[in-house]
């Protein structure tokens, strides 16, 4: 018996043949696509997704720039910041080269994400006054040189053998030092002291002028000094007393004024900085802080006479986001194209990581030769030897 063609092939019906997969580069190059979630066909290029490595480069990188942003915004003019501002310099350098280390791990966000932390880092690396020294020239000028010695005594000789105490000072032969923490301590009251005699027999010829817990000693001729009139009761002296010392000295026919500077420190190490008292101090500080740069900023505007201002700030930040005004330029210390750091050299079990101790000079005046050098047995602070030139001519 016959059977026909379309008899067989009803009787074994062909399965049909599947269509072939499309290639993955059609997908990408025609944007057509699965939602990765349910499998339907969206007509979209598919989404990818950023593994958790990814998600938290991403978020510390944003994160970081919020703080420096916060950060140059703030510095100084807001009390709670004064802890932010306690952060060593060097970690603005050290934050976006750690997570730029990592940035080839997240390789979805990698070109725009490195580009982004080479911004942070260039900022950071200013701010930490790490590098050449932008804006700043080569000083030189014919003139009067004055030697400077700047320090910051740790208390005077409160814990020091007095003998080499004194003859580590007398070794500076400074023409004129700026010294600063003429007071001893006890518990969380400063002492006034009065070392006025022996100071007399070992420094011969010099002017001595005291400020509270400010000394300046001169050989140079003092034409004026600028001193704060407080109550003599209590600790007035020291607390309400004025932190920027000004003496104006005469130097070969010109008066230059010289200012030595302490400003408070912006909290107490070891206080607890979740209880009342912490933060109270804090905010203290930060208030006689903001009145002495405003009264030093003042003083520097109105003074017709060029300037040196010298000591212990107490913040690392000077020169990059706290100012003393228009005409007043901030050095660095010869040598080096790392940042200068000058605390602490002693006492606390911390490597030497901040500069707390600053020269700024106004006006025609030249500094040739400045470095931190000197004082690690005596205090915390390594001490500034400063030579400042004054030139015959006022410009």
């Not at 002028?209 to 034409?223: D, F, I, Y």
Request: proline residues 7%.
């Amino acid at each position: 018996m016959s059977t026909t063609n379309e008899e067989v092939a009803a009787a074994h019906p062909r399965e049909p043949t599947p269509a072939p997969d499309p290639e993955p580069s059609a997908l990408s190059d025609t944007g057509t696509g699965t939602d990765t979630d349910t499998g339907i066909g969206t007509g979209t290029r598919p989404r990818t997704r950023w593994c958790t490595g990814t998600r938290l480069l991403v978020g510390a990188t944003a994160a970081w720039a919020l703080l420096l942003v916060l950060h140059v915004l703030l510095a100084g003019r807001w009390w709670p910041w004064l802890v932010a501002e306690a952060v060593p310099p060097l970690t603005l350098v050290a934050v976006p080269l750690l997570l730029l280390a990592v940035t080839p791990l997240a390789r979805p966000v990698r070109r725009w994400l490195s580009a982004v932390l080479v911004v942070l880092l260039l900022a950071g690396t200013y701010l930490a006054d790490l590098g050449p020294a932008w804006g700043e020239g080569t000083d030189s000028a014919r003139g009067t040189t004055v030697k400077v010695f700047a320090w910051s005594t740790d208390y005077w000789r409160m814990t020091d053998d007095t003998d080499d105490f004194y003859a580590f000072l007398r070794r500076q032969n400074a023409d004129v030092y700026l010294l600063q923490e003429y007071l001893y301590w006890e518990g969380d009251q400063p002492v006034r002291i009065d070392d006025t005699a022996r100071l007399r027999r070992e420094f011969p010829g010099y002017s001595l002028s005291v400020e509270g817990e400010l000394l300046t000693l001169s050989r140079l001729p003092v034409v004026a000094e600028h001193h704060r009139k407080v109550s003599d009761g209590g600790t007035d002296w020291y607390w309400k007393g004025s932190k920027t010392q000004r003496t104006d000295l005469r130097v070969d026919g010109r008066t230059v004024s010289f200012y030595n500077v302490h400003l408070q420190v912006p909290f107490r190490v070891g206080d607890n900085p979740l209880t009342g008292r912490f933060r109270g101090f804090l905010r203290d500080q930060y208030d006689r802080r903001e009145r002495e740069l405003r009264a030093l900023r003042t003083d520097l505007a109105d003074n017709p006479h060029p300037s040196v201002v010298a000591g212990d700030f107490n913040s690392p930040w000077m020169g990059r986001l706290l100012r003393l005004g228009a005409g007043s330029r901030v050095h660095r210390p010869d040598g080096s194209l790392l940042p200068a750091l000058s605390w602490p050299v002693s006492d606390y079990p911390l490597p030497r990581l901040w500069r707390l101790d600053w020269l700024f000079t106004t006006g025609d005046l030249a500094v040739p030769a400045y470095r931190f050098h000197g004082g690690e047995a005596f205090s915390d602070h390594v001490a500034q030897e400063i030579r400042v030139t004054v030139p015959d001519d006022a410009s």
